[in-house]
Every structure is written in C-alpha cells, then in structure tokens.
C-alpha cells in the first residue's frame, strides 16, 4: 500500500536466488543520468524503478504497472502460433500499433509518440554507456502511454552473453544498444501527426543527452570505483571501467561525440540480427 494518500499501490517482486546488487547499481546510475539531464533542461521520461538488495541472494523489485514486455508486443503482431508468433518482431508497426492501440486519439497518441521517443534516446545512451548486456525482448518493456525502459541488469560493462543456436555460440548484443526499425517506425508515424521529422529529433536529443553525460565522466568513474569493494561478479577491479571511459570517447570534441552517436544510431538500425535474437527467444520462451 502506498504511504502517499491517493498514490497509486506500490507491487513488488520478492526475487530468491539472485544477486540483485548489481541491478541496484546500475539504477542508481541512469538515476544520476537522470538527474543529469533534468539539470541541462532535458527530460528524458527515464524509468529507474526502485530495488533493494535485501541479502546475499535475496532482493525487492518495483513493479512498473501498465506495461508489457517487447516480446509481448512482438508475439501479439505475429500471426498463427508458435513460430509465426514470435515473428512478429519483423512486424515494423508492432511498436505504431501498440500504442494506437493504448491512445487512440490523435492528441494521446502524439503524447505516447514524444514520451517514447524521449525514453528510447535515454535508454540508448544509458545502455551502451553502461554496457549493459542480456537485451532480449524480455528484458526491455513498454507502458501503456508509450514510456520504453530496460529492466533486468545482470551483465554490465560490456559482458556479453551468447546466445547457443544450433550448438553454436552467437553473440547476443552485435550492436551499441537496441534500436530497431520497428522503434524507428513510431517516430516515422509520430511525424505525420506533429509535421516535424521525429527521427530526426530522437539522433538530436539522443547525442545532446550523450555529451551531458560525457561532462560527468569523473563522477560516474568515481561511483563505479567506490563499488569495487562491493565484490560484484563484473566489477572486481579498476580495469574493469575502463568500458565506460571507451565508451565515452574521453578526447573527442562535443560535435565529433554527437556525430558518433548518430552512426552508432544508424549501425543499430541497419543491423538484422537483432529482430533474429527476438525471433528465436520468443519462439524459445513460448513453447
């Protein structure tokens, strides 16, 4: 029960099993990135929903309410079973159609249109800055008013899973972040609505938010320092945040760094493999 009269309930996960501290930790992070913008004028409708280490393997998660899993999405926009189903992340309006769906009049979805925008810049520089890993269709979710967020931070600092397909090894993360053309999509049919090019405002806010975050490169460096200690399973030593500061491109200009990330936006757009993870994983899960 929320102790906020009129708040809205407050749901909880109890995990057992799980070393939720890293998880703790990183929101922290996209918290502070948060903060970060909000500072620079910039709101960026991030999601760090609330976790608490409780013991060595035991913690609470919050709830997000109102929101489904991309795989969700994906499933609903394919057609027959199993397979067919899990195809849908092929379906480039899966992402247009869920919202349209959650705000079907002009006004609400041109409101749905520029919160997932924002949330999806956020979220694309706070992954690949943080390197974080494991970004199945499970593990990023949309609500119904079209805030997009990552949930499930078990591997950061550029530790990537593989993915075992056909008894082969496959890199599950071949890309900076996850930015596919059905998220794409949404902006195209934002533009028809508002008459600005929307993809093109999501490359400015998501660069603008990059450098903000490139201007506090010591303090996220310091954070992640002081967690050492902490002995998590993928930060034991100095070297190990020598990701963050690559990833931050310490000597490039402001506008080299925003033209940077314009490309890394285009090579995760241009990638395929992907829509073949989400494939795979939602026909592997719906079984």
């Not at 979805?109 to 979220?123: E, Q, V």
């Not at 314009?262 to 592997?284: F, P, R, Y």
Request: glycine fraction near 8%.
């Amino acid at each position: 029960e929320n102790a906020e009269e009129g708040g809205d309930p407050v749901v909880i996960i109890f995990k057992a099993g799980d070393d939720v501290r890293q998880d703790c930790l990183t929101l922290q992070l996209i918290r502070l990135m948060d903060e970060m913008w909000r500072e620079a004028d910039k709101d960026l409708a991030m999601e760090p929903y609330r976790c608490v280490s409780t013991g060595p393997m035991t913690g609470m998660l919050q709830v997000v309410l109102n929101a489904v899993t991309t795989k969700v999405i994906h499933t609903r926009a394919g057609t027959g079973k199993l397979l067919g189903k899990a195809m849908g992340s092929f379906n480039k309006n899966c992402f247009v159609d869920w919202i349209k769906e959650n705000n079907p009049r002009d006004s609400a979805a041109k409101a749905a249109g520029d919160l997932f925008l924002r949330s999806c810049a956020g979220y694309c520089v706070a992954t690949y800055v943080l390197g974080i890993g494991d970004r199945h269709s499970d593990n990023i979710m949309v609500t119904q008013q079209g805030r997009y967020f990552h949930i499930d931070f078990g591997h950061f600092l550029g530790y990537i899973k593989y993915q075992p397909v056909a008894g082969v090894a496959w890199k599950r993360e071949t890309t900076p972040f996850v930015f596919t053309p059905a998220m794409a999509e949404v902006f195209h049919a934002t533009s028809k609505v508002t008459g600005r090019h929307e993809m093109d405002r999501f490359g400015r806010t998501a660069g603008e938010a990059f450098n903000v975050v490139r201007g506090h490169m010591h303090l996220l460096v310091s954070l992640f320092l002081l967690m050492i200690p902490a002995d998590m399973p993928e930060l034991q030593r100095a070297q190990d945040i020598n990701y963050v500061v690559a990833s931050l491109y310490p000597k490039m200009t402001p506008p080299d760094a925003f033209s940077l990330f314009g490309e890394l936006i285009n090579k995760c757009l241009h990638d395929k493999w992907k829509s073949v993870d989400d494939v795979l994983h939602a026909w592997k899960h719906s079984k």
